[in-house]
């Protein structure tokens, strides 16, 4: 059974950086499609972005330029570094994996979109205040 535990979340002042990892149990991080959620409350789970398995990237708009997603085949860890938070970057967020998919409507691999993945892990919270 595949465990995904995330952590690294916590409390940041706007501007500032936050790293978060998810430690990937029997599932290789080099395999298929791994991505980063979020969901603050009262809202949506958002998609934050999504790295395939050669390590291509999508990110969803509000975080483009600001976090990188990337992963250590090694190791079996996802990361997901935040830069220039912003306090709507307040939410729990959760790392997620999935067989290889495709996005028919923009042809993206391995999209940040909730649907296409079946393992997640419990989330980790990032508060982000001055």
């Known amino acids: 059974e595949v465990h995904l535990v995330e952590s690294g979340g916590g409390l940041a002042q706007p501007g500032g950086s936050l790293r978060l990892s998810c430690a990937a149990s029997?599932?290789?991080?080099?395999?298929?499609?791994m991505a980063w959620f979020r969901q603050a409350p009262g809202k949506e789970r958002e998609g934050v972005a999504a790295?395939?398995?050669?390590?291509?990237?999508s990110y969803g708009d509000s975080v483009t330029g600001r976090f990188n997603i990337s992963k250590d085949n090694a190791d079996k860890t996802l990361y997901l570094q935040m830069n220039s938070l912003q306090t709507d970057d307040t939410a729990t967020y959760f790392c997620?994996?999935?067989?290889?998919?495709?996005?028919?409507?923009?042809?993206?691999?391995?999209?940040?979109?909730?649907?296409?993945?079946?393992?997640w892990g419990q989330g980790t919270q990032v508060t982000v205040s001055s």
């Open positions: 997620a994996a999935g067989p290889f998919s495709r996005d028919r409507a923009t042809g993206i691999l391995c999209p940040p979109i909730a649907r296409y993945y079946n393992y």
């Open positions: 029997q599932y290789t991080v080099g395999s298929d499609c």
């Open positions: 790295i395939t398995r050669s390590g291509a990237t």
